[in-house]
């Protein structure tokens, strides 16, 4: 976010969402391209800037995800959609496309900016989309999809785990091997809405420990580090 | 009223009420038929001794005629029970003959009217003539033994004998008055009714009842198999939305019947497809203006108008959303899927405060929907920290279900309100105030998710105070 107005494209083939809505970005400091459908935002993309697009999914003639795929293949600008279905599976399909992020219709605008904000600060500092996005993992017969939150148990039954579990859970695994302190743990799992403070930490472990460990007593994947913090020590996959 | 232990053989299905009251006619009417045909036997076998008696004294009378032996020689008729030639002997009937001063009277004998009416006619057809002629039916044993022995005897030296050597009961006994005063007492014996056709009457009945019984239950398995398999399909046509078209069979009747549902069937289909296209349309033509306005409201300055503007939005929303879940429930995109319940229930527990759940040492797993369960377990758990202060949860399994039990401690409601609570748009409150938030579906969701799952949402009251919301799945 080098620039000090980020170039914003809108795509929405609703007048009286796109035209409020840009009026309210371009007031909170971006620049705003808006357009009406999917074949008019190809060609902005090519002749603008463009530092992130805002995709409104059901629109006629191409819809919004498949616009969202070609960006993404392109390695375009980072795409947060707006969706009018609440089904998680819709926003699912919108994530593992190649989305970064999602709001569900009627947005606050405020949530939007500040969900716009943090995409451009991580594309900024370099953070590969990836580090975040559609990352499978495997261990011990276990699976774990970390754009889906799903995690399965070698027969293949689902185990779900709450979103502080979730983010726990991904950030032992995709660190497998690293010692994590619990600073580092808070750090990495702080969700967007606000992460468990210290004590939570251990709670969670305990809470994974029960769930996928044969003998939560005498854990194999999770262990702890005496005066260091956690560590998972199964071999991990990356699917 | 039909009594209980009748009741309870009486089957509940189509096949064995059918099958139960043709058995039934069949084993009545049999029934009638065997006593009809005893009788039958019995009056013939009456008859028959009859006509052997009346012929052996009109034949003994001629035979005295012809030898010229005069009537008043009395010696002469106590020999009279045998034949007189012995070539003829073995067709002779049990019938014995005496010459007495009067009738043979007994008690209890009873006139056969007919009976005498033909003897008289045909005994006055010969040249003596016998006057008071009269037949009566007796019991053996009354007879005089003059006239009861030697016919039993010969009965008994096996001549007469029936297959299985029942005694004679029964005696047909004749007297008539001779010219010369004397009377004439004639006994014969009549032939027991017989075992033997006790048992092929038997053997007949079994023969009826299989080639009736048999025809039948195939018939009424026609019937009632298409019929079985109709009621199985409408209970899944209310369950899932899916058509699965039946194959008719059976009678026409049936046929009809199933053809008709199959027609009716895909109209409902096609009516729920459409209603789902207008209602998905609805909440996206109804979000886009709410999006629009949700967008627009920023631009209020009053902060705390601004506030209560997007809070009614969001109460919009909410509303829209619940109805269309509801709506939707048969045609959720999500797939079923093995999941652990008890993980799934801890999950949505940190979500919420204050929850007590004791974390089970087992593992409960069923196959269902996730998304939707979780949608449920959340509004009950909602509801119960809402109105009951708190929620705890169990998770048990209970015959093939598992059972999420999440208990309160509020005041509960009212045993004769619970029903009720399951409408759309039903609080607990009686305001229907929005200050507690929701949309007035949430336990019409949780309930209908429950039975799509195959299991149901049921509320009780706790003895000890509060409500508890008893939700289940089919494992």
């Known amino acids: ?239 | 009223m039909i009594p209980n232990r009748i009741v309870r053989f009486w089957p509940r299905n189509l096949y064995g009420q059918i099958l139960l009251v043709a058995a039934s006619a069949l084993l009545v009417a049999q029934m009638i038929n065997a006593t009809l045909l005893m009788i039958g036997v019995r009056n013939r076998a009456a008859s028959e001794t009859a006509a052997m008696v009346v012929s052996r004294v009109a034949n003994q009378i001629e035979r005295m005629e012809a030898e010229g032996t005069p009537i008043a020689q009395r010696d002469q008729w106590s020999k009279l029970g045998r034949p007189l030639k012995r070539g003829h002997q073995k067709r002779y009937s049990p019938v014995a003959i005496g010459l007495y001063n009067g009738p043979v009277i007994i008690e209890s004998a009873s006139e056969q009217h007919e009976l005498t009416e033909r003897a008289q006619e045909f005994l006055s057809q010969g040249d003596i003539a016998l006057t008071n002629v009269k037949i009566f039916s007796a019991p053996v044993h009354l007879l005089p033994a003059q006239l009861r022995e030697p016919p039993l005897r010969r009965w008994q030296a096996g001549r007469f004998r029936s297959p299985d050597h029942q005694k004679p009961k029964t005696a047909i006994l004749l007297s008539a008055r001779l010219p010369d005063g004397k009377w004439i007492n004639a006994a014969g014996l009549v032939r027991p009714f017989e075992n033997a056709s006790v048992i092929a009457l038997l053997l007949q009945t079994l023969t009826l009842f299989i080639a009736v019984m048999i025809p039948l239950a195939l018939v009424a398995r026609r019937i009632a198999n298409p019929l079985n398999q109709l009621t199985a399909s409408v209970q899944k046509f209310g369950l899932s939305n899916e058509i699965n078209e039946l194959p008719s069979a059976g009678p026409d009747d049936v046929r009809q019947l199933i053809e008709a549902f199959n027609a009716m069937q895909s109209r409902v289909s096609t009516l729920l497809g459409e209603k789902d296209v207008m209602l998905g349309a609805i909440g996206h033509d109804l979000k886009t203006p709410l999006a629009a306005l949700r967008v627009r409201i920023e631009s209020v300055e009053d902060e705390p108008e601004r506030e209560k503007m997007a809070s009614t939005i969001d109460e919009m929303v909410t509303i829209l959303d619940d109805i269309l879940t509801l709506a939707r429930l048969g045609k959720s995109g999500e797939t079923a899927q093995s999941v652990d319940l008890g993980a799934l229930v801890e999950a949505i527990a940190q979500e919420f405060d204050p929850v007590e759940y004791s974390v089970p040492d087992h593992r409960f797993i069923a196959t269902i929907r996730p998304v939707l369960v979780r949608r449920a377990l959340r509004n009950l758990i909602d509801n119960a920290i809402i109105y009951g202060k708190m929620a705890r949860i169990e998770i048990l399994e209970k015959a093939g279900f598992i059972e999420i039990i999440i208990s309160d401690q509020g005041s509960g409601i009212e045993a004769s309100l619970i029903e009720n609570m399951f409408e759309p748009f039903t609080r607990a409150e009686k305001s229907r105030s929005r200050s507690t938030g929701g949309s007035g579906l949430g336990l019409t969701i949780s309930r209908a998710i429950a039975r799509a799952h195959g299991g149901d949402l049921v509320l009780t009251n706790r003895e000890e105070g509060g409500l508890r919301a008893t939700f289940s799945v089919k494992k």
Not at chain 1, 31 to 50: E, G, N, P, Q
Not at chain 1, 210 to 215: D, G, Q, S, T, V
Request: aromatic share 6%; charged share 30%.
């Open chain 1, 1 to 239: 976010m080098n620039k000090s107005r980020p170039h914003l494209l809108l795509v929405d083939d609703e007048p009286s969402i796109r035209e409020p809505l840009g009026k309210y970005l371009e007031r909170q400091g971006f620049r705003i391209t808006d357009v009406a459908d999917a074949a008019t935002a190809r060609s902005a993309l090519l002749s603008y800037d463009i530092d992130l697009v805002l995709l409104d999914i059901m629109m006629p003639g191409e819809d919004g995800l498949s616009l969202c795929r070609h960006i993404s293949a392109t390695d375009g600008p980072p795409v947060i959609l707006l969706t009018a279905k609440s089904e998680e599976t819709d926003r699912i399909v919108g994530l593992e496309i190649g989305a970064d992020d999602y709001v569900v219709k009627p947005f606050s605008p405020r949530e939007l900016v500040a969900r716009v904000k943090v995409v451009l600060r991580r594309v900024s500092s370099g953070k590969p989309k990836s580090d975040r996005m559609g990352e499978r993992y495997s261990f011990a017969g276990w699976t774990l999809n970390s754009v889906q939150q799903t995690l399965h148990d070698p027969q293949g039954v689902l185990v779900p785990l709450s979103s502080g579990e979730h983010r726990m859970l991904e950030a032992l695994v995709s660190r497998a091997g690293q010692i994590l302190s619990r600073d580092h743990l808070l750090d990495l799992t702080r969700g967007r809405e606000g992460g468990p403070f210290d004590r939570a930490i251990d709670n969670q472990v305990s809470r994974l420990r029960r769930k996928i460990e044969a003998e939560p007593k005498d854990p194999q994947h999770i262990k702890t580090i005496w005066g260091g913090g956690y560590r998972f020590s199964t071999e991990v996959k990356r699917l």
